[in-house]
């Protein structure tokens, strides 16, 4: 039912920023929470930000307070995910969640990642 694509990833200097992008198939009144997780290689997926689609709190890690932001544009169907001071143990796989209303079914959706790869 919902798809989520993210895009924005690449390959960046250390000290750089991105923004990534996570397009949503359906309608964001479907969605009750978005986030954004990240997989490095040989470690868990850990979380990185969510925010609620209607009154858009945020929630951070402490780890990631100070360098991500996450947001939303709910008329473009698009949650975002700005990285300042990109470090090296930033390279991972991120990945865009959402959450759908349990008015609908509650489900839990994933997108198939965007690379983000830090040189130093």
């Known amino acids: 039912q919902v798809q989520l694509v993210e895009s924005g990833g690449g390959l960046v200097q250390a000290g750089g920023s991105l923004r990534l992008s996570c397009a949503v198939s359906?309608?964001?009144?479907?969605?009750?929470?978005m986030g954004w997780y990240r997989q490095a290689p040989g470690k868990q997926r850990e979380l990185v930000a969510t925010i609620t689609t209607d009154y858009g709190r945020t929630t951070y890690p402490d780890s990631m307070k100070a360098r991500f932001t996450i947001s939303r544009d709910n008329g473009k169907n698009t949650v975002y995910l700005q990285i300042d001071s990109l470090k090296p143990e930033d390279t991972a796989v991120y990945y865009c969640?959402?959450?759908?209303?349990?008015?609908?079914?509650?489900?839990?959706?994933w997108g198939q990642g965007t690379q983000v790869t830090v040189s130093s």
């Open positions: 359906t309608s964001m009144l479907n969605i009750h929470t």
């Open positions: 969640y959402a959450e759908e209303t349990r008015n609908l079914r509650g489900r839990d959706y």
